[in-house]
């Protein structure tokens, strides 16, 4: 009988660094985004720390799943909508800052029966080509054409050094490249997942790339994410300024002013009156929008001569 449920899901601790970040904008609903750029991970995701205890030996820790987005004015200063996408770091040549490369699919020499792909570890970071580093990784291809191969997704089980080894094929005379463990080897030999046949196809094993192919690594830590950020004109505190904040009306010059809670103006409208212009009838009331703002309605010079 079972009497609860065991496991939770884990925050992400993920460093900015291992995040990529785009964005597109448009400035309205009914424009359709066509440039996609992107930004800094470190510039605009910064990581939230838990204050430091006795339990910690006074060391601040992260704060898993928590993290500041910081929106630089000089890059979010239009109105309208931006939509920021945030996913895993994929991995580049360190050398060419391309694609990885696979160098050989091939098989471990001890064991025949497990395949692989084979990179050059001097493509990777050097804390990249320790053992199992690109333990749990994703893999994608890249086609001939320089396109991805849609709905293709491998991943990295065990990622070991090696060195290549002649080794003949049974009883012939024939040879083939094969690959032993060793720690001072500067190819990396990947496991993947899934590399076994099926039940219904026994006979016909899963793609898991071809030499000199190019490929998309990126790692796993955390699911990618779209946000999507509006910027408007006025917010809900201008708002509610407006409604129910001060203002002033100059009855002379037919100027509406509007004030925030530290009586800064911040809206001017026009007021008049379209007439007819033979019976000088009212047949509109006008309210515009001023362009330049008179600075002669300043809420505390208007108002410094009244007495309450």
Do not use: W
Not at 27 to 55: G, K
Not at 164 to 180: C, L, W
Not at 284 to 295: A, F, G, L, Q, S
């Amino acid at each position: 009988m079972a009497i609860g449920t065991y496991g939770n899901i884990r925050p992400s601790d993920v460093s900015p660094l291992d995040m990529e970040i785009y964005y597109t904008f448009t400035p309205d609903r009914e424009t359709i985004a066509t440039e996609t750029n992107s930004l800094v991970s470190t510039d605009i995701v910064s990581e939230f720390l838990l204050p430091a205890t006795e339990q910690t030996g006074g060391e601040e820790n992260l704060m898993e799943g928590l993290y500041r987005l910081n929106l630089p004015a000089t890059t979010f200063n239009q109105i309208g909508i931006y939509t920021l996408y945030f996913r895993p770091k994929i991995l580049k040549d360190i050398n060419t800052d391309g694609h990885i490369v696979i160098q050989d699919c091939g098989v471990l020499s001890a064991r025949p029966t497990v395949k692989g792909i084979v990179i050059d570890g001097n493509q990777l970071d050097v804390d990249l080509r320790a053992n199992n580093a690109l333990q749990g990784y994703k893999i994608e291809y890249i086609n001939l054409d320089g396109t991805k191969l849609r709905n293709t997704v491998r991943y990295v089980v065990t990622s070991n050094k090696v060195i290549p080894v002649t080794e003949n094929i049974g009883n012939t005379s024939q040879s083939a490249v094969r690959y032993r463990f060793d720690d001072g080897g500067n190819l990396i030999f990947l496991q993947v997942t899934p590399t076994s046949a099926s039940d219904v196809k026994p006979n016909v094993t899963p793609f898991i790339g071809l030499p000199n192919q190019n490929i998309l690594m990126s790692n796993t830590y955390f699911n990618p994410l779209a946000i999507e950020v509006e910027m408007v004109e006025d917010d809900i505190e201008s708002l509610v300024s407006y409604i129910a904040g001060e203002q002033i009306k100059d009855v002379d010059n037919g100027i509406l002013t509007y004030y925030d809670a530290n009586r800064n103006i911040t809206k001017q409208f026009n007021l008049y009156e379209i007439k007819d212009s033979v019976t000088q009838t009212s047949l509109y009331e006008v309210k515009e929008e001023r362009t330049n703002i008179d600075p002669t309605q300043d809420f505390d010079e208007v108002t410094s001569d009244v007495n309450i």
